[in-house]
């Protein structure tokens, strides 16, 4: 079992930064390809970025591509994601996931941050 908790969240204006964590307990962190996530208001959840348990690859959204960036520290069983250049269009609740890569079947979500980038 992974317990995941996530903050960083809160309100930016436009053009602004922000650097979500996601701390993981419970379970071998490095075991888990991690994702972040997000569902905007009125909309489905989508997926931000992904970065791979064994090689660290990542990948991301197109929506995000070069204003986001996904990292993962082993030794400190967390997850961030850095947001640059801020749009309104950003605007969710941030979620992390973590998913054995050989088992999609056992997944594990975290509560949700709040990012609100409005002026």
């Known amino acids: 079992q992974v317990q995941l908790v996530e903050s960083g969240g809160g309100l930016m204006q436009p053009g602004g930064s922000l650097r979500l964590s996601c701390a993981a307990t419970?379970?071998?962190?490095?075991?888990?390809?991690m994702s972040w996530y997000r569902q905007p208001p009125g909309k489905e959840r989508e997926l931000v970025a992904r970065?791979?348990?064994?090689?660290?690859?990542?990948n991301y959204a197109d929506s995000v591509k070069g204003r986001f960036t996904v990292s993962r520290d082993n030794a400190m069983r967390t997850l961030y994601l850095e947001m640059n250049s801020l749009k309104p269009e950003d605007t969710a609740v941030y979620y992390c996931?973590?998913?054995?890569?050989?088992?999609?079947?056992?997944?594990?979500w975290g509560q949700g941050t709040q990012v609100t980038v409005s002026s």
């Open positions: 419970g379970a071998t962190f490095t075991d888990y390809d």
């Open positions: 996931q973590a998913i054995l890569p050989w088992n999609h079947r056992i997944e594990y």
């Open positions: 970065i791979a348990s064994i090689d660290g690859n990542t």
